[in-house]
């Protein structure tokens, strides 16, 4: 293994060359003649990832360097991919590369696992060698539970019984199994307790389920297993959407959370019954991703990161940041909400990285759409405020849902898509 | 309360990014959250034309302003945008509105769709 710590950003640069494995903007090496203002590490290139590097580099007039650190090739979008399941939008629809994003912003851009972190010597070990930064930005998404359901942890049992949780080959899997299932088969879909990644995404997928099911096997039925009380976003929209457009094919159960799951009858047991389903899709529960796990980040009786709004560093390390569905926040773990998110961050770690104070009181927004079927959708929107005395981000006035589904809302959460896509990778 | 970053221009692709340098940090980070819908600086994707979103960019501020406040106070009917604008105060209505009137309009990139590779989901 090749360690990079310790060399200077030039030898950086050749050493990884040499490896071959990490990628560079093509004009990264002549920022070299500049000395930067320091090295921001970033761990994942998700919505709040890519978002981060993009406005840091923006921020900071280039004068910061960025290196992302990304497992998987490609990024695949978790919004609209619950469309790839009711049959309207298909996975290389909402698959891209990462190229625009470091051409256009001269991002460094190493594709690699994390598999420790030494906060104390401000280093991050990948599997192919060392970096060291001078603040690090944790964006890893969410990390499956699986203590009530350890059979589900293999790669061969989760093609049996996909998550579809983070889009990629499960979304596929699943519609594929879908697709085999003869009419007046059962889907049964589990919801872990709340908080989870997209609060309203469980009940967009028993809508998207129903459609293609209603329009090629309508003697199928839905069973959802819910672990919360009640439906956890948009309730009153879904419920009538249920009620009115899938008449009859949804049974939903609330206080229904996953005791155990026996893989090859495609059984799932609750505290009370046990359900026998033709196609299962189980969303375990969840928590901060795995790096955040590395760097000792979470909260000891709750599994998520406590963070400082105004600059979304670590309450428990310093210069390291945390964004996305990792940090705690009270908040929806959303697309636009990483993204606000990290731009906050993003705005911080250029003014403290020389020495000024950031915003003492951020505003951003969130908008979340669901599709009710393969063109109508609905949404919630907030605009949050941070509340200096209580020192979280809270909901300003004005917010709410749709008043009903429609076509006019399916076309602008298309429009959201790609602007969101446009803005976090190019 | 609003605290100015002024930074000053330097050689490079990012100067272009950064037209308007007067902005507040508080300001910059507001604007940068509408990009969700109405893209980077507030130039829109354009793809379908009847339900495109607003390209805010070098748009009049007065009009910004306007449309913000109507939405605001519900004069105008809207969709989604009462939902933001409900949110806002009047001082952030008018420096999102001198804001994106200085951005420079151009057209927004779309990243291309690829076919999704045979690597191992997590």
Known sequence: MSSFNGFNRRDFIKSAAALGALSFAPYAGAMGKRSPIGRVVIIGGGYAGTSAAKYIRMWSMGGIEVVVIERSPQFVSCPLSNLVLGGSQQINDLTFGYDLLKKNHGIQWVQDSVIAIDTGARKVTMQRGDITYDRLIIAPGVDFIYDSMPQLQTTEAQKQIPHAWKAGWQTVYLRQQLESMPDGGVFVMTIPKAPYRCPPGPYERVCQVAHYLKNHKPNSKIIVLDANAEIVSKKGLFTKVWASTYTGMIDYRHDSAVVSVDVPTKTVSTEFEQVKADVLNVIPPQRAGKPAQMADLLESDYPWCEVDFLSYESEKIKNVHVIGDSVASGLPKSAHMATSQARVCASAVVELMQGRAPDPMPVFANTCYSFVDDKQAMHVANVYRYDAAKKIMVSAEGGGVSLVPSDKEGAYAKAWAHNIWSDILT | ?122
């Not at chain 2, 009917?77 to 001082?91: D, F, I, K, N, P």
């Open chain 2, 1 to 122: 309360m609003l605290i100015s970053s002024v930074i000053l221009p330097s050689q490079g692709k990012a100067t272009e990014d950064f037209v308007y340098v007067g902005q507040a940090l508080h300001t910059r980070t507001l604007a940068a959250s509408c990009a969700a819908c109405h893209g980077t600086h507030g130039n829109a994707v354009t793809f379908n034309a009847e339900f495109d979103a607003t390209t805010l960019a070098g748009l009049d501020k007065a009009y910004i302003v306007q449309r913000l406040t109507d939405f605001r106070s519900g004069a105008r009917q809207a969709t989604v945008m009462h939902r933001h604008a409900s949110g806002l105060s009047l001082e952030e209505i008018n420096q999102l509105a001198d804001y994106f009137s200085h951005q420079k309009k151009i057209k927004r990139q779309m990243p291309a769709t690829q076919t999704l590779k045979a690597v191992q989901d997590e």
